[in-house]
């Protein structure tokens, strides 16, 4: 029977109700959980790990990069054949996405969790631990980077996102849908996984903030990061990637500092690309030397530029990672 590591990362999967608080708090043991997932012991052998019992919005990409070494070393173990992690949901897609980018395996790694803590009805964790086991040991999910799986539903880490603040189907993929299911027991693919970029870290060295644009905004926050000594810039700009002209000055500023300055959109679907020409427009922004991050929403775009520039301070070597070819 194959083994599965299950690693216990916090999150409202571990939570219940404290009568003096009134409110959801890390309570549970990985034991107390894992005795949950009823039969599961006919599917595959169980190892389980704590490696911290944090919320969600309590972790930082300094963690995440702890996480990764810890996971590297479970999946160098013969033994074990895949991995599931649990998360906050909070934070689960930008964990997943670092991981899924500094991890090397042709192992399954499953990032899961719970939308509805142990004390409320209808808890869904079991039921995402189960169908996560189940996708771990299936030989399709090997090769496939790490995959996300919540309602019997799996997304790339690249693609998912918490499109719902408590619904169980919280998760999706708004560009691509799932690629896969679970559905008795079984793991069924309807696609093949995007192309998968590894950048391998020692350490996570580089600041690097989000600015979501809107109407009227101006360079002030722009100044105020570059002020405060940013590494890496990420906006989530307007439509296909334009922002407000008063936005400009700031952005040349930062370039001018060889500070990257990455572009997405705050739009819930589709791509940036230099469509417009009027200042502040994609064309605009493009000829300045701002980079293009494609299909990611901000947050993962954020991570993505912490994890090259902890890996190289190269202009064209980071521009090359986000844009891959996709933009002539």
Known sequence: MKKVAVVFNGGTITMKVDPKLKAAVPSLSS???MAMVTGVEGFASIESFTF???????????KML????????ILDREDICGVVVTHGTDSLEETAYFLDLTLNTEKPIIVTGAMRNSSELGYDGPANLAASICTAISEEAKGRGVLVCFN????????VTKRNSMSLN????PLFGP????????VIFYRDSIRKQHIEIDSVNANVQLIKCVTGMDSTLIDYCIEKGIDGLVIEGMGRGNVPPNMVPGIKRAIDLNIPVVVVSRCFEGRVLDSYGYPGGGRDLRNLG?????TLPGQKARIKLIV?????????????????ELYN
């Not at 701002?290 to 494609?294: E, M, P, T, W």
């Open 152 to 159: 019997d539903e799996l997304f790339c880490a690249s693609e």
């Open 290 to 294: 701002v980079i293009f991050g494609d």
């Open 179 to 186: 690629i896969g299911i679970i559905d008795s027991n079984k």
């Open 66 to 73: 702890e996480l990764s070494k810890y996971l590297k070393d």
């Open 31 to 33: 034991e107390e959980i």
């Open 52 to 62: 911290s019992k944090l919320p969600g919005p309590h972790m930082t990409p300094e």
């Open 308 to 324: 090259a520039l902890s890996k190289t301070r190269n202009i064209n070597e980071i521009k090359k990672i986000f844009e891959m």
């Open 170 to 173: 919280a998760f999706q993929s």
